[in-house]
């Protein structure tokens, strides 16, 4: 005998488990570590290719990461809480450019004048140290103000409702044990 109920990782319902931010905190720093890739580089073709000051070289450096990581966290890190569409995606990207980008360059900025500057510390090693800083705040803006559906936008007058991630859970009573509805089993039952 199975009795199964549904659990929901709704971003305008009821909070959601520490385990789901930290899933998304992970997918936040592989997209992040993709971006790095990409800043670094700009920055390095920028600097070394194209002979800017380290500042120019950082400021545009950042901004195409900025742009490649908001690409990305739109379709993987918060693809369910966002439907992409050009009108909502673009008013998404300036939110994402206007706080993480701003975030990002004005602490990297500042923290490579700081460390190249008066530091002396290598152009490369001082940006990989202020992207770091600069990421929980960036994941932070993220998570509570970038990408969140408007709750205005799902009222009671509404017919549409905000995309949902559920997974269904049934408990077999016989087997004492949980089942996905994949059929994958939870521990704490036997075969």
């Keep these: 005998m199975k009795s199964g109920i549904t659990l929901t990782n709704d971003p305008i319902g009821p909070p959601r488990s520490w385990r789901n931010t930290a899933v998304r905190w992970l997918k936040f720093n592989a997209v992040g570590a ?9 920055l390095l073709s920028l600097k070394s290719g194209l002979h800017l000051s380290y500042l120019a070289a950082t400021a545009l450096a950042v901004e195409a990461a900025v742009i490649h990581n908001f690409l990305w966290h739109e379709r993987y890190t918060w693809t369910d809480r966002v439907r992409p569409s050009w009108p909502s995606s673009l008013l998404r990207l300036f939110r994402f450019n206007l706080t993480t980008g701003a975030v990002s360059i004005a602490g990297n900025l500042a923290l490579m ?23 929980l705040a960036n994941f932070l803006v993220s998570e509570q103000w970038v990408f969140v559906l408007p709750a205005s936008k799902f009222g ?17 009573k016989e087997a004492k044990c949980a089942t996905i509805a994949s059929g994958t089993r939870l521990p704490g039952g036997s075969k």
Aim: proline share 4%; hydrophobic share 45%.
């Design 34 to 42: 993709l971006g790095i890739a990409v800043q670094l580089a700009t």
């Design 113 to 135: 004048k700081i460390m190249v500057g008066l530091g002396h510390l290598h152009f490369l090693i001082a940006n990989g140290i202020a992207i770091a800083v600069c990421s």
């Design 156 to 172: 009671s007058d509404k017919k549409e409702s905000p995309p949902r991630n559920t997974e269904r859970l049934a408990f077999d």
